[in-house]
T-cell receptor
């Protein structure tokens, strides 16, 4: 199984809502990532989890809160978002190591719209 | 910023022709990867080249890496309409992954 799944596929939320994005992989990968991608732009790295520990936080606002409950799951909790946070949120996983990271497998993304 | 610059930004070719995309980056890397993205969907890994490698092939894909010039190129030979997509390079330095600006390729049947 080389699939990374993300739910939901689409999400519309108001600025006062609290919602969560979910990501799952069953490839035994130990590194998981969240990216944000605006239209016609490259993905921007938000967070990296390595062996269930947060290893990189690219100065993302605190209204985005990642969580890695176990090695297969990665969540992104959203609270008090702004309209400019509307984007495609991509999850990825890789074998991971303390050194050079290998091939990433991406999920299909969650299209988020903040009203 | 480590972000790579890719050129051209957009490329339109006839089916059967070759397509070449270039990526330049700014700092040291452990490896460089190329990904493909169909409109609004997840990215698909194409090929990874390590910093001590100069050239790599995979099917119709050929990637070169010149670390002295901090640049890489992706060649797609004998293009097909199904190759229409955006192509991104991604530089990897330890745990940090940075994507380039991307090239939008259109292959006309």
């Amino acid at each position: 199984d080389t699939e990374v799944t993300q739910t939901p596929k689409h999400l519309v939320m108001g600025m006062t809502n609290k919602k969560s994005l979910k990501c799952e992989q069953h490839m035994g990968h130990r590194a998981m990532y969240w990216y944000k991608q605006k239209a016609k732009k490259p993905p921007e790295l938000m967070f990296v989890y390595s062996y269930e520990k947060l290893s990189i936080n690219e100065s993302v606002p605190s209204r985005f809160s990642p969580e890695c409950p176990n090695s297969s799951l990665l969540n992104l909790h959203l609270h008090a978002l702004q309209p400019e946070d509307s984007a495609l949120y991509l999850c990825a996983s890789s074998q991971g190591s303390s050194g050079s990271f290998n091939t990433q497998y991406f999920g299909p993304g969650t299209r988020l719209t903040v009203l | 910023s480590q972000q790579g610059e890719e050129d051209p930004q957009a490329l339109s070719i006839q089916e059967g022709e070759n397509a070449t995309m270039n990526c330049s980056y700014k700092t040291s890397i452990n490896n460089l990867q190329w990904y493909r993205q169909n409109s609004g969907r997840g990215l698909v890994h194409l090929i990874l080249i390590r910093s001590n490698e100069r050239e790599k092939h995979s099917g119709r894909l050929r990637v070169t890496l010149d670390t002295s010039k901090k640049s890489s190129s992706l060649l797609i030979t004998a293009s097909r309409a199904a190759d229409t997509a955006s192509y991104f390079c991604a530089t990897v330095l330890y745990q940090k992954v940075t994507f380039g600006t991307g090239t939008k390729l259109q292959v006309i049947p």
